[in-house]
């Protein structure tokens, strides 16, 4: 990758909340160089699906079981990301301090490298082309989080120092994709034309404005066809009617935890002190 990264620091006086306010911000871009991607050399191409992604066959010269694939690893160079946060973080002589961030991210790649074997990171990845991981947003993009931090320290028994945290994280939720599969496939796919996880296809999203709206699709008898509507219209999926989604446009509901932590310092032989501490995780489930 190509980084280029930057920070700035400010220490401010905010009158009646007094001095030694410090703020701070960090911007990191990347640009992909070289990364990792995967690709079966065991299919070529054998016609457009009728969404427009291609179809793949077994070469012909390859005369051993369809139940096996040649996997290149070779390089891409589509994919950035952008990670900027700004924060603060204050302490008062009573023995109270705060802090808190915000961090924004965005990041886009072609295979997000879930495994540590060629045939499962090729495996578990989205696509549009059946053969080739999509490009888009990345498995790993946190949209947006807030880190807070709330602490009080002082001395409860003699000049041993007590402290008491609190931390909250919120987060945007786990990036993921919809995807269909060739229902009739054993092991390679009859549609597809590809081997492995079958369900990894990049959905066509019918065009629903009305049920014979859209030429490509035909609905089975009995087919639910208002409910799916409604689910197609309120969800992510709503502005791609009549294309390929591209990968991870959903989300999952945001994520929001707080911990408590406990310490104490306690007398040790030789004049020493040791700290004991205790955490509590996901402290309002507790509560």
Not at 20 to 33: D, E, L, Q, T
Not at 106 to 117: F, L
Not at 178 to 185: C, H, L, N, R
């Amino acid at each position: 990758q190509w980084r280029i990264s930057g920070s700035v620091d400010y220490q401010a006086n905010l009158g009646p909340l007094g001095d030694g306010w410090n703020f701070g911000a960090n911007v990191i871009w990347s640009r992909v160089k070289n990364a990792l991607t995967w690709t079966d050399l065991r299919v070529s191409p054998n016609g457009t699906l009728p969404d427009g992604r291609p179809r793949y066959q077994q070469l012909t010269s390859v005369t051993t079981s369809t139940a096996n694939a040649d996997l290149l690893l070779t390089n891409t160079s589509k994919g950035y990301s952008w990670n900027i946060v700004g924060g603060f973080d204050k302490s008062w002589d009573n023995g109270i301090d705060i802090a808190a961030s915000y961090t924004f991210q965005r990041a886009k790649d072609v295979s997000p490298g879930t495994s540590s074997v060629a045939f499962s990171n090729w495996d578990n990845t989205v696509s549009s082309d059946p053969n080739n991981s999509a490009y888009g947003t990345s498995n790993y993009q946190i949209d947006n989080s807030f880190r807070l931090k709330f602490g009080y320290e002082t001395e409860l028994f003699g000049d041993n120092l007590s402290r008491f945290e609190l931390f909250f994280n919120s987060r945007a939720g786990q990036r993921y994709s919809y995807t269909f599969s060739d229902a009739g496939s054993s092991s390679r796919s009859v549609v597809f034309g590809t081997l492995g996880n079958d369900g990894r296809h990049l959905i066509y999203v019918p065009d629903v404005s009305s049920a014979t709206a859209d030429p490509l699709v035909t609905y089975a008898a009995g087919f639910d066809f208002a409910g799916f509507q409604n689910f197609i219209q309120n969800s992510s999926l709503e502005g791609y009617q009549g294309s390929i989604a591209p990968k991870n446009i959903a989300r999952s509901p945001r994520w929001n935890k707080l911990d408590f932590r406990i310490s104490q310092e306690v007398p040790f032989f030789l004049g020493g002190k040791v700290q004991l501490f205790a955490d509590m995780e996901n402290f309002l489930n507790m509560l």
